[in-house]
């Protein structure tokens, strides 16, 4: 490894990012869920919406979205209807069992928060959420965009 690559605040970041989603991956796989399909239930949680409002709130394409609310319906955590101001929009709910679950995912959230600050103080927290917005505006600025693997991208190749 090059001294350059060593000390890349991008690298350290990259490694920071997948250590986290791997924590967030097995605590949400013990609840039958992959990552990704958690943005889909909190977002779903205060009230129903179209599959094209949940896709623009996820900042993912819709068939990101359906293929998410697909399998989150085969485990009868969310349900499809038809829109009421139109037969061809498709409102999506979530269940009683998906209130429930979208529930438990703010402890799950907090325990890997908790693991991935626990060696760091007050202000050293303070400081890395605010030197982290501050560089993901900077990325926003130059036009990079959430890619569809940033929810429920590791599902293709679990479900077979």
């Given amino acids: 490894m090059t001294k350059s690559l060593e000390k890349s605040v991008g690298r350290a970041l990259l490694v920071t990012a997948r250590l986290h989603r791997a924590r967030m991956g097995e605590r949400l796989n013990a609840l039958g869920l992959f990552p990704g399909q958690e943005q889909a239930l909190k977002a779903l949680q205060p009230a129903p919406m179209t599959m094209g409002e949940l896709a623009t709130l996820l900042r993912v394409k819709p068939p990101t979205v ?11 955590l969310v349900t499809r209807e038809g829109g009421s101001r139109d037969g061809r929009l498709v409102q999506v709910a979530l269940t009683e069992l998906g209130q429930k679950t979208a529930a438990t995912l703010d402890a799950v959230w907090n325990q890997v928060e908790d693991e991935l600050l626990e060696r760091l103080d007050a202000k050293e927290r303070k400081q890395l959420r605010k030197l982290l917005r501050k560089a993901a505006k ?6 990079v965009e959430i890619e569809d693997s940033d929810v ?9």
């Avoid at 429920?152 to 077979?160: C, K, L, N, Q, T």
Wanted: avoid cysteine; charged fraction near 30%; hydrophobic fraction near 25%.
């Fill in 138 to 143: 900077g990325l926003s600025k130059a036009g």
């Fill in 152 to 160: 429920d991208g590791d599902e293709a190749d679990s479900d077979g």
């Fill in 66 to 76: 359906s293929k998410t609310i697909g399998r989150l319906s085969l485990q009868g």
